[in-house]
């Protein structure tokens, strides 16, 4: 139940980062798909199935968390959001920026020292969080490459493919 | 004559005496000041061993920030969690090619297994740093322990002193060796408000970086929202007197190759009270000693314009 209500997470978070959150926002129904690629670089985008996701995981809070306004999924966050109504924007980069770690966001994290909210992932972070601990915990396809071919540029920081070590290094062990 | 001299001699040994007194309580209070905890805006990282899948993207965006030697395998190749060394007990360490390492774990108390992450702690009051009688070794108050390879005689007792056994040495460079280790991309990153190379890469969010003071905070914070979740403790909190890298984990620190038997204050500590009383031995000890022999010698009336000048010299 909670590996499938994270594989639905997922998706969903993807959707409605991307294309879905206008139309939701607006009350239209979820995309059937959402292309998210706004942090490619060692892959590529990845085309995620919106649709396949939500019938594998029909409550929407699952990954949405309260956005939505119909309860939430996880009792952490029912202690203050049970009742709380839908929010204007329901896209994850509201909440998980890109960069979590820059002195500007890390100062307004620690601004307000009565803010609850201080420890939140960033975008990168949620959507792997969310994606591949559901993926692994359904035994869903859970590589890398089954969600997001790599790029050249991938290719290179990982030093495989055409940039596979070629000997004569040693690796982090020791004799 | 000699009664003068007596007198000067008299004030000297006073003197000499109130600065033993003097330094000994200062190296009372130096002693008592243990409870140091770091720089105040000291910065971390907390390493969250329940998000960590063992991906290999932070030893690979090490290699690249820092231009490392080319690894013997692919950072996509994950047989190197097979390795082991020194009859199979040992795994991975950091290398002069690597300054971070990930292992695999199989734990007893969990289906699946655990990934931790090496790299240098960072500690608050580093034994590398104490150990180095040439100071090629600095504490920042950003929370990096930094080397300075240009005064290192390649003594080597950093890699003794240090209780993670992080710090490598390059022995196959003949005419430049030096101690190789993890510097929190001090020069690239950290001084640039920037967080380090491996913890920007992570995928997964396993790796949180911020002042060190919230993220101990943050560590309890999930462990009390998700007690079942973790193991209560914060590793690096408290191990030899604090650490800017810390972890928090579901399955107990032991098994997930973690030295449990630190003790909880700065190896520090455990030469402290000897060494603040060395400079009060070696500088006031002689003086006072002398005086009294002086004055010892000058009460028989024996003094001699010799040893007189000699204590007058010792009264300035």
């Not at chain 2, 080597?156 to 490598?168: G, I, L, N, Q």
């Amino acid at each position: 139940m909670k590996s499938r209500k994270r594989w639905a997470l997922k998706g969903t978070i993807v959707a409605l980062f991307f294309l879905a959150a206008p139309a939701f926002g607006a009350g239209g129904e979820p995309p059937a798909s959402v292309r998210i690629d706004s942090l490619s670089h060692l892959y590529n985008g990845v085309d995620f199935d919106h649709e396949l996701h939500v019938g594998v995981e029909e409550d929407c809070s699952v990954c949405h968390h309260h956005v939505f306004g119909n309860g939430v999924a996880d009792t952490q966050c029912a202690r203050c959001h049970s009742d709380s109504k839908g929010t204007s924007s329901v896209a994850c980069s509201d909440c998980h920026v890109k960069e979590p770690f820059t002195v500007e966001h890390l100062r307004e994290m620690e601004a307000d020292p009565n803010r609850y909210h201080v420890d939140i992932t960033g975008l990168k972070g949620a959507y792997h969080l969310r994606c591949y601990n559901c993926h692994f915990a359904m035994e869903a396809p859970s590589e890398c490459a089954d969600c997001h071919e790599r790029t050249d540029a991938g290719d290179r920081f990982y030093r495989s493919g055409k940039y596979a070590p070629t000997g004569g290094g040693t690796g982090g062990g020791h004799e | 004559m000699s009664g003068i001299s007596r007198r000067k001699f008299l004030k000297s040994t006073v003197i000499a005496g109130g600065s033993a007194a003097a330094a000994m309580s200062s190296t009372k209070s130096a002693h008592a000041m243990k409870e140091f905890e770091g720089y105040p805006d000291s910065m971390g990282v907390l390493v969250d061993l329940t998000r960590c899948i063992g991906c290999r993207t932070c030893e690979a965006a090490c290699n690249q920030e820092h231009g490392l030697p080319e690894p013997e395998k692919s950072f996509s190749d994950f047989s190197v969690f097979d390795e082991v060394f020194h009859g199979g007990k040992q795994k991975r360490r950091t290398t002069e090619k690597a300054y971070t390492v990930v292992n695999r774990y199989d734990t007893k108390d969990q289906g699946a297994p655990v990934y931790r992450k090496l790299q240098c702690f960072h500690c608050s009051e580093p034994a590398c740093l104490t150990s180095c009688f040439v100071n090629a070794y600095t504490k920042t108050k950003e929370g990096a322990v930094i080397y300075n390879a240009d005064v290192c005689v390649g003594c080597r007792m950093c890699m003794v002193a240090c209780p993670f056994s992080m710090p490598a040495y390059t022995y196959d460079s003949a005419l430049h060796p030096e101690i190789i280790k993890c510097n929190f991309c001090y020069d690239n990153r950290l001084t640039k408000g920037k967080p380090p190379a491996c913890v920007e890469a992570c995928p997964q969010d396993a790796l949180t970086f911020g002042h060190r003071k919230t993220l101990v905070k943050t560590a309890h914070d999930r462990i009390r929202s998700n007690p079942k979740k973790y193991v209560d403790h914060v590793y690096g909190e408290t191990e030899v007197g604090g650490t800017s890298w810390m972890y928090i984990s579901s399955v107990p620190f032991d098994q997930a190759g973690f030295n449990t038997t630190l003790q909880h204050h700065p190896i520090l500590d455990n030469t402290k009270s000897f060494l603040g009383i060395v400079p009060m031995v070696l500088g006031i000890w002689p003086a006072m000693f002398l005086g009294f022999h002086l004055l010892a010698k000058g009460g028989k009336g024996k003094t001699d314009d010799k040893s007189k000048n000699r204590v007058e010299v010792q009264g300035e």
